[in-house]
């Protein structure tokens, strides 16, 4: 089946959330103007600071980290063109709710250390979470198709394509999560968050 690859109704949500996060990396890396650990998500600052859910995916740790998750979008926005989208504010609305979601794995995944005493010390940032949350939710849609997401119609249909690509990259994706630097918790937590986001 052809694609049209040109601009669609659908694509100002990449485009704002592309556009948000290289603002945010010129602010914060660039000109230096806003100081990143206030962004960070750090376990131990959430209960007092909760905003920290929602702003440590716009920061990132460099200029290659950055352009790793720019890439990611397109290729989420590729997959999600394949799959046949019918919802214009499914990217947005996937977004929010994996930021809640992804936040309550880690928690859960805290709790569960601390019953042995173990209180681990980290910060997580980047839009990598989102994009392994995507990369989890269009696997298994690639599979079975997905018609609706929180009440609203979205129309995914399955596709083999999609599917054996989707493959490739989470094999891929969950090697690289073991490089040093990289947070494998948080690549991990966001491919759940987005298996859990296909199955409600």
Same mark, same amino acid.
């Given at each position: 089946?052809?694609?049209?690859?040109?601009?669609?109704?659908?694509?100002?949500?990449?485009?704002?959330?592309?556009?948000?996060?290289?603002?945010?990396?010129?602010?914060?890396?660039?000109?230096?103007?806003?100081?990143?650990?206030?962004?960070?998500?750090?376990?131990?600052?959430?209960?007092?600071?909760?905003?920290?859910?929602?702003?440590?995916?716009?920061?990132?740790?460099?200029?290659?980290?950055?352009?790793?998750?720019?890439?990611?979008?397109?290729?989420?926005?590729?997959?999600?063109?394949?799959?046949?989208?019918?919802?214009?504010?499914?990217?947005?609305?996937?977004?929010?709710?994996?930021?809640?979601?992804?936040?309550?794995?880690?928690?859960?995944?805290?709790?569960?250390?601390?019953?042995?005493?173990?209180?681990?010390?980290?910060?997580?940032?980047?839009?990598?979470?989102?994009?392994?949350?995507?990369?989890?939710?269009? $696997?298994?849609? =690639? %599979?079975?198709?997905?018609?609706?997401? @929180? /009440?609203?119609?979205? *129309? #995914?249909?399955?596709?083999?394509?999609?599917?054996?690509?989707?493959?490739?990259?989470?094999?891929?994706? $969950?090697?690289? =999560? %073991?490089?040093?630097?990289?947070?494998? @918790? /948080?690549?991990?937590? *966001? #491919?759940?968050?987005?298996?859990?986001?296909?199955?409600?």
């Amino acid at each position: 089946m052809a694609i049209n690859n040109s601009i669609s109704k659908y694509d100002w949500q990449y485009i704002l959330s592309a556009s948000l996060l290289i603002s945010v990396f010129i602010l914060t890396d660039l000109i230096g103007v806003i100081d990143k650990e206030y962004f960070y998500f750090v376990p131990k600052l959430i209960s007092d600071q909760p905003y920290r859910i929602f702003t440590s995916i716009l920061i990132h740790a460099d200029l290659n980290h950055l352009l790793s998750n720019l890439g990611g979008i397109i290729i989420t926005r590729y997959f999600l063109m394949r799959l046949g989208n019918k919802n214009r504010f499914f990217y947005l609305k996937f977004i929010l709710s994996c930021s809640f979601l992804n936040f309550f794995i880690i928690w859960g995944y805290e709790k569960i250390l601390s019953y042995f005493n173990i209180y681990p010390n980290y910060a997580v940032l980047g839009f990598s979470g989102i994009i392994y949350a995507l990369f989890g939710f269009l $696997l298994l849609t =690639s %599979f079975y198709g997905k018609k609706y997401f @929180l /009440g609203k119609e979205i *129309g #995914f249909q399955s596709n083999y394509e999609v599917q054996q690509m989707s493959k490739t990259i989470c094999l891929i994706g $969950l090697i690289f =999560s %073991f490089l040093p630097g990289v947070s494998l @918790l /948080g690549h991990l937590s *966001g #491919f759940i968050a987005g298996c859990f986001l296909f199955l409600i």
